[in-house]
């Protein structure tokens, strides 16, 4: 595939694998000893600290890390799968997250009280979970209140939302959803109550009502938490069957249906496929939508010589291309677009998480308050109980 590398300057990205930034922790406290990205032994440190640990640790690797993370991964997948891995191994002592912090979060609800769960870089968050924060929901839920249709409304959240917004969630008989599970948690919300606020993605929240649900696009309200009851009135908010929350991912947000028409120039015959946290005007005009392990699947399963445009994180649309040269992959876009703060995590950093649980010492553990991981637990057990 054709993309071109940034540039080294103040602003660009680091170059994956060649160089990293020890003095930028952004603000956080990640204490122990930094390995220089420059060290040639970074390979086999990792290998040494990791079969040093055995069967005590259990590496997880998001499918946006970089290759040079999760090749020493046990097992990849999006978020969904994820959390469903980390569950499932309760003989694990410390659970090595490499992905971003609300992810750690849900392993640490997940795990048992004996399991630590790392995240290799505190800096690793996502800029969509940050777009709500559990003040301003509560305040959304007072504004619902005051329209009279909190009691009628079921929350769901997309699993990238903080601990304290699952834990809402759950306190109020709503539950998490990923882009894998989102129409069947929507269905169940349905059976629960009459509309749903749907957090912290919009774009998700309405390419699942409206494609999936068959939910007109006069139904979904979009609730602008920087303004007074949202920007919405008591009427609207009564008359929604979708309420979204005005957050959305800034690496998928980028995607233009504008690039979907120039790839379909450029590459006849093309498929076009995207994540739904992609804006709907761009999944209206892609051939298909679906999460991070259905764009895998469909890539995998494809005939030799079809040729795709992939709209989503380009450390998978890259090893996408590595992985199957018999078939021609391209990103969307034709400018760069990783995902910033998955790409924090890089072997320096997992060297150092290795290393250090390697001698005994926990650095970066996430740990989530246990009446908050209660309620949460709610919520996330109600995804997976999902059909
Ligand atoms: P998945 O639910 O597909 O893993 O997505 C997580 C994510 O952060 C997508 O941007
Ligand atoms: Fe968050 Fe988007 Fe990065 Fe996913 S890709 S972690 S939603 S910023």
């Known amino acids: ?119 290799p870089d505190l800096a690793a968050g996502c800029s969509m979970a940050d777009m709500a924060e559990i003040g301003q929901v509560l305040d959304c839920w007072d504004a619902l209140e005051d329209a009279g249709v909190a009691g009628t409304t079921v929350p769901i959240t997309y699993m990238n939302s903080s601990a304290a917004i699952k834990g809402f969630t759950g306190a109020h008989g709503g539950a998490v959803c990923t882009s894998s599970n989102a129409e069947s948690a929507l269905r169940w919300a349905f059976e629960q109550g009459e509309r749903v606020l749907f957090l912290p993605d919009q774009h998700l929240g309405r390419n699942t009502a409206v494609l999936s649900l068959g939910l007109p696009l006069s139904e979904c309200v979009l609730y602008d938490p920087r303004k007074p009851s949202g920007g919405l009135t008591s009427r609207q908010l009564r008359d929604a069957r979708i309420i979204l929350w005005r957050g959305h991912c800034s690496v998928h947000g980028r995607f233009s249906a504008q690039n979907v028409a120039d ?21 209206t005009s892609a051939d298909l939508v679906g999460s991070t392990e259905f764009i895998i699947r469909a890539v995998e399963t494809a005939p030799a010589g079809s040729s795709w445009a992939v709209g989503t994180e380009l450390n998978l649309v890259r090893r996408l291309a590595r992985l199957h040269p018999d078939k021609q992959i391209s990103f969307l876009d034709k400018t760069v677009c990783y995902c910033s703060t998955m790409n924090r995590i890089d072997l320096p950093h997992l060297v150092r998480s290795l290393e250090s649980l390697a001698a005994g010492q926990v650095v970066n ?17 109600r995804m997976l109980a999902l059909p």
């Open 1 to 119: 595939m054709t993309f071109t590398e940034p540039q080294a300057s103040p602003l660009a990205l680091l170059v994956l694998g060649r160089e990293s930034d020890p003095s930028s922790e952004r603000g956080v406290e990640c204490p122990g000893e930094l390995p220089p990205a420059s060290d040639p032994q970074l390979v086999a440190r990792a290998r040494t600290a990791r079969s040093a640990l055995g069967d005590r640790a259990f590496v997880l690797g998001h499918h946006y890390q970089r290759d040079e993370v999760i090749q020493f991964a046990d097992v990849t997948g999006d978020s969904f799968k994820l959390a469903r891995d980390a569950a499932g191994r309760p003989e694990a002592e410390f659970i090595v997250f490499c992905g971003v912090h609300f992810m750690a979060e849900s392993a640490d609800i997940l795990t048992g009280g004996h399991q630590q769960v790392v995240l």
């Open 263 to 283: 790839v379909r120039e450029r590459m006849p015959g093309v498929t076009v496929l995207v994540h739904p946290e992609c804006q709907h005007e761009v999944v």
């Open 365 to 381: 553990r996430i740990t989530v308050d246990l009446t908050v991981a209660a309620n949460a637990r709610l919520a996330l057990d």
